[in-house]
């Protein structure tokens, strides 16, 4: 017979795009109700490269939540060469900065003020190996030559490799992994090396993004690659190694922004990645181990304790879509797989 529901104690979202200003205020409510604490990236316009920035920024998100929530934002710092050390670390041990993110210059959304060589943040990364500081990468090389769906894999060989070897004792995420080399590159790392995974990269291949037309609301970066890549995903996922853990890397754009010339890349699946997540381990017949991959193995990488309380799961008939996301700015797609969705978040 098949499951019918599912409880599990509250997860955390290991990887978010919260935003600022009015799309914050309307994307805020869809990760709070389902996650406890997120990890807030930092690619704000302009980044969030000082403690002041964040404090700032963290205070933003606060305001916005409704009296009974018990939501944390956990602020990451952007790293960029003028990010000064002392100040992070400050910032680390006044527990405002749970992590900071290297953005290689151009890989993606609002990266441009990121890093342009490693070993101008050699410095930087030295100070967080010594206070045990996470680095949060964004894995993808930007030389121009390579193809898009490479990226990932040339950046192992040609920076994280390197730059693990240079510090070996960095504690370090891979962010969003898309590639069957990422999960080899991470379980066979030795030392703190863990790794997010999305929902879509589990429920998407890049056909995915070509099914009858193009499917701009499927895009993003790193992008979605071949089948046999996504199935390594899952194969990790699902696995019960601590190492891959829960982070949707929602990341909100406006509709007529996908939708256009020259399409943002994001996927916003707040709302939906905890059902789409209970749906692949539902999949992969490994309802059991949801709970270790949503709640438990992210705070362990992270040296917090797991989230009180508990939400419940439920299968559903399968839905084709979701409302759009109202916002006064316009509204915006929320993710859903191709297939359909058949699970959802019972509301507390
Ligand atoms: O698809 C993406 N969108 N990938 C990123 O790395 C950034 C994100 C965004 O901020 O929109
Ligand atoms: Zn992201």
């Not at 403690?51 to 916005?64: C, E, K, P, Q, V």
């Not at 709970?291 to 939400?311: I, K, M, Q, R, W």
Request: proline share 8%.
């Amino acid at each position: 017979m098949l499951q019918s529901s599912l409880v599990i104690r509250r997860p955390d979202d290991w990887h978010v795009h919260l935003r600022d200003g009015e799309m914050l205020a309307t994307v805020l409510a869809a990760t709070a109700r389902d996650f406890t604490r997120a990890i807030v990236m930092p690619n704000l316009q302009p980044p969030i490269t000082t403690t002041a920035a964040a404090l700032a920024y963290r205070s933003r998100i606060l305001g916005l939540l409704p009296a009974a929530s018990d939501f944390t934002p956990l602020m990451t710092c952007y790293l960029t060469p003028s990010v000064a050390p002392d100040d992070l670390a400050a910032g680390h041990a006044a527990g405002i900065f749970s992590a900071a993110k290297l953005y290689p210059a151009g890989a993606t959304t609002h990266s441009e003020a990121g890093v342009k060589q490693l070993r101008q943040i050699y410095p930087v990364l030295e100070r967080m190996q010594r206070i045990g500081l996470p680095l949060l990468i964004h894995g993808e090389s930007v030389a121009p030559n390579v193809d898009i769906f490479d990226r990932e894999a040339v950046f192992i060989e040609d920076e994280l490799i390197p730059l693990h070897t240079d510090f070996p004792a960095l504690r370090i995420v891979f962010e969003h992994i898309t590639s069957r080399e990422a999960v080899q590159f991470v379980r066979a790392a030795s030392g703190a090396i863990a790794a997010t995974i999305t929902p879509h990269h589990l429920m998407i291949n890049r056909n995915a993004m070509f099914e009858q037309g193009i499917r701009p609301h499927l895009y993003c970066l790193p992008v979605a690659k071949r089948e046999a890549h996504r199935l390594a995903l899952r194969g990790a996922a699902v696995s019960g190694d601590p190492r891959f853990f829960l982070g949707t890397d929602s990341a909100p754009h406006l509709r007529h922004l996908k939708e256009h010339d020259c399409g943002c890349a994001g996927v916003f699946n707040a709302g939906s990645a905890l059902a789409c997540y209970a749906q692949v381990f539902d999949e992969e017949d490994a309802l059991a181990r949801l709970e270790d991959f949503a709640s438990h193995f992210g705070p362990a990488f992270y040296g917090l304790p797991p989230n009180a309380g508990t939400v419940t799961l439920e299968r559903v008939a399968s839905v084709a879509a979701l409302p759009d996301w109202p916002s006064p700015l316009g509204p915006i797609k929320q993710f859903v797989p191709p297939g359909g969705l058949c699970w959802r978040v019972v509301k507390p």
